[in-house]
């Protein structure tokens, strides 16, 4: 989960990336759902991703990195296998829950002290994917753009972050592999 680079500097690997497929604005509409439960954006379950689909995901992982919990409700995932096919009705239910859950950002001190954080987050997980930022558009983010501003004193050490990882893996928040 977390490890230092040879720079020193502190990294998360991010995996799992086995549906992966090309992309262009003219590619047909899937056939079948694919992904895992939690990462899935509400437009996969119709069977159009793009893009903004990975961007909902990769808010997903912000959003447990930050909180360490998930953004969603386990048991608002429950389909069976042979029913992840878009137009299935499990699925239209799971994209009707989507769009009526309310994230919850008061799960964490985190999303309180940090606004910038708690802005950007919930933009990628938006219901709507037009509401959510490309990834030039997130790189450019407060969030982002000030912490690069800061001078490196002033952030919080490898060491630090390190050691936030190993005692989320210790309270069994995430599991190491």
């Not at 899937?30 to 793009?50: F, M």
């Not at 096919?85 to 239910?93: E, I, K, L, N």
């Not at 000030?146 to 936030?164: F, G, I, M």
Request: with cysteine; proline share 5%; hydrophobic share 40%.
């Amino acid at each position: 989960v977390g490890s230092k680079s040879s720079a020193g500097l502190s990294q998360v690997k991010v995996i799992d990336f086995d549906t992966v497929e090309e992309w262009t604005p003219n590619s047909p509409i899937a056939k079948d759902v694919v992904g895992t439960d939690q990462y899935i954006s509400q437009e996969a379950y119709a069977g159009k991703y793009s893009p903004l689909s990975d961007i909902f995901a990769v808010g997903v992982v912000a959003y447990r990195l930050l909180s360490g919990k998930f953004p969603f409700h386990d048991g608002m995932f429950d389909d069976k296998a042979g029913e992840n096919w878009v137009g299935s009705p499990t699925m239209a239910q799971i994209r009707r829950r989507l769009k009526n859950t309310k994230v919850d950002f008061t799960v964490h001190a985190v999303f309180r002290d940090n606004p910038e954080a708690c802005d950007l987050v919930t933009r990628m997980l938006a219901y709507a994917q037009d509401s959510r930022p490309t990834a030039a558009a997130a790189l450019e983010h407060p969030w982002f753009t000030e912490a690069r501003s800061k001078s490196t004193s002033k952030l919080a050490s490898d060491d630090d972050v390190c050691s936030y990882f190993e005692d989320l893996i210790d309270d069994g928040v995430i599991i190491a592999q």
